[in-house]
Structures are given as C-alpha cells and as structure tokens.
C-alpha cells in the first residue's frame, strides 16, 4: 500500500512536470503554514532534482528570488532559480549575502546517504538539519521561516528545542504525501527572534 502511494506521487510529480515527488510535501506545508509568499527570498537547501526550487519559484513569483544548494547539480534550470552546486558545510555564507541581503524563508530538504542503520541515519540527518539552522540563523531577516527535514530518533528533540531557542513557533508536520514508512518529519519554524541575529 505504501509502495503504492508512493508510485502514486512519482505519477504525478512526471504529470505535472516536477523532477520529483517531494514536491507535494512542500505543497501540504503551504497549503497548511503559507511558509512562501509572493517576492519572498528564499534559500533552499538540498534543492536537487529541483521540485522544491520550481514550487517556491512559482509561488514567489518575479519579484523574489530561489537560491538552490546542493551537492548535485539541478535537473533542470528554471527562471527565477540561482543554482549553486556546494556542500553546505563549505557554503560560503558571504556569496549568499551577495545575492541577497537577507532570506526571508531556509528551507532544507536534505537527506543523508541512507546506511540502511536507523540509528546512524537519524545522526547524520541531524548533522545536516544542525547546518541548515546555523546558516539559517546566520541568513534569515528578522521574522525569517526555517522549514527543515529531518529523520526522527533520539536526538529529535534536542534538535527541536534548538530551534525553539532561535524562533517563536516551532511545529512538527507530517505530510501525508510521505511514505507512511518513512521517518522522515518537518518542522516548521517562524518568527527568527530578533537577538539572534547576527549582524
Ligand atoms: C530528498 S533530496 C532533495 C529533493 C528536493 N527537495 C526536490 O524537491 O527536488 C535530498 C538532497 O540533499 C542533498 N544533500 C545531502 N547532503 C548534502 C550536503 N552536505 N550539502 C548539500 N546538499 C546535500 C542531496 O544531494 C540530495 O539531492
């Protein structure tokens, strides 16, 4: 059923011309949280294929602007879509001031190289989500929005009420188009208090 489900989502995801399924759990937050508006900037993290950067680019419109990070490159390009191929643990944080003063919205999106060990996994996707809040405290304006992955496990809620101590509403979200096996879960972060940021 599961497989099904997912098989579902790939379906659609070809159909509706998006490199990957991924897209529609962007698209449950949305709907759910509005975490884009129209000229947003935004940074996302973990962008390749490219489904997560060409919904952003379609909601934030001409005005805004998708700076899209990953160790691979896009599959495609789109307008309004600035690629940086990187591994965000050498992101030169002062190439992203350049193009854009401040983001008004991290996301990440991404996923370590799965060992098939649940407890190693959880490790490093909690590596990653840890970068993606640093750079995101460092980047975001103030009242910035983190929307961040990460697999669930032991270090979940540390990992939570590090992002407690950084915005005023922190909330776990489960999208429906994630396979129901998965681990994977969100947190939708907004309001980046104002001491945190740095100058
Ligand atoms: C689930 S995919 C992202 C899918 C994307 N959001 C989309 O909608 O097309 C996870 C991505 O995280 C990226 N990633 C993992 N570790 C990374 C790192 N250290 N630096 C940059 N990207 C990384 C992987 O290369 C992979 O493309």
Redesign the pocket.
Known sequence: MAKRVGDHFSKRARREGY??R??YK?QEAQKKYKVLGRGDRVL??????????KFAASIVGKEGKVVA????PLAHSYPNVISIK????ELPVERLRQIAECFDVVLS????KTSGRKDVDHLRSIG?AEKALDIAVQLLCPGGTFFCKVFQGSSFDDFRNSCRRHFESVRVFKPKSSRSESVETFLCCTGLKRNDIEQ
């Open positions: 490199p990957a991924s897209v962007l996302d993290l973990g962008a390749s294929p490219g489904s997560w950067s990070v990953d160790l691979n990187a591994d965000i643990h999106d991404m996923a370590p990653l």
